[in-house]
């Protein structure tokens, strides 16, 4: 699987737009990119995935780039409930493993008042 | 059920016992994971089954840990003559299909003493 690059830490204030950026400058043509969060000690939390179009769902919406080499993980209005660490992956779409998830070290994202 | 249920919550063994750790995925999800996840750190891929297959069990680290799922369903993972270095939290996820978005579990915290 391609590797990514997160900044190690955000700060962001209530009410704002979180933009959390990802690099994946190796990514081949069939792997897909990947946001989960972990808040505190709970288990990480789906959040958003992608091929090559912008997406969106009610939690944020995944900008990719044209050539595919970095994404942008926006929560429009980030709250102090949206205080975790983000991870962005890239993934295979197909073969033995199809859906198999490689976690690095994410993105704290911390939410002021 | 409705979420990913591990079982037990926490566990504390003596080194050299075998434990088994269980994971009841989403009723319906093709496609279980287990990941091992230590302080501070991102979750560790350990393998995953789609159906009762295991596709990959490469995230294993020796084989004192292995990994079932007869029925496609209840999963157990089994560590062998535990040691203190396989202290950690333990846990699984399911998705519908390969490729889909993970459900987690809340976790085993496995103590080696």
């Known amino acids: 699987d391609a590797k990514t690059t997160q900044p190690p830490s955000m700060d962001c204030a209530e009410g704002r737009a979180a933009n959390l950026p990802c690099n994946h400058s190796?990514?081949?043509?069939?792997?897909?990119v990947y946001w989960y969060r972990q808040i505190h000690s709970q288990g990480p939390q789906y959040i958003i995935h992608g091929l090559k179009n912008n997406e969106t769902n009610e939690m944020a919406s995944l900008i990719i780039t044209e050539d595919r080499k970095s994404s942008t993980l926006i929560l429009p209005h980030a709250t102090l409930r949206d205080t975790a660490v983000y991870y962005c992956?890239?993934?295979?779409?197909?073969?033995?493993?199809?859906?198999?998830?490689?976690f690095g070290q994410g993105t704290i994202l911390t939410v002021h008042p | 059920g409705a979420g990913v249920s591990q079982s037990p919550r926490y566990k504390v063994t003596k080194r050299g016992q075998d434990v088994a750790l269980r994971c009841d995925p989403i009723?319906?999800?093709?496609?279980l994971y287990w990941y091992r996840q230590a302080l501070g750190q991102g979750p560790e891929f350990l393998t995953y089954?789609?159906?009762?297959?295991?596709?990959?069990k490469s995230g294993l680290p020796n084989d004192r840990f292995s990994a079932e799922r007869p029925e496609g369903s209840i999963s157990t993972l089994t560590i062998q003559r535990t040691e203190q270095r396989d202290s950690a939290m333990y846990r699984c996820?399911?998705?519908?299909?390969?490729?889909?978005?993970?459900?987690f579990g809340s976790g085993t915290r496995l103590t080696v003493v």
């Open positions: 996820a399911s998705s519908l299909e390969p490729g889909y978005g993970y459900t």
């Open positions: 009723s319906g999800h093709v496609s």
């Open positions: 190796t990514i081949s043509g069939n792997e897909y």
């Open positions: 089954f789609n159906y009762e297959a295991q596709q990959d």
């Open positions: 992956i890239v993934a295979m779409t197909g073969g033995t493993s199809y859906g198999k998830l490689t």
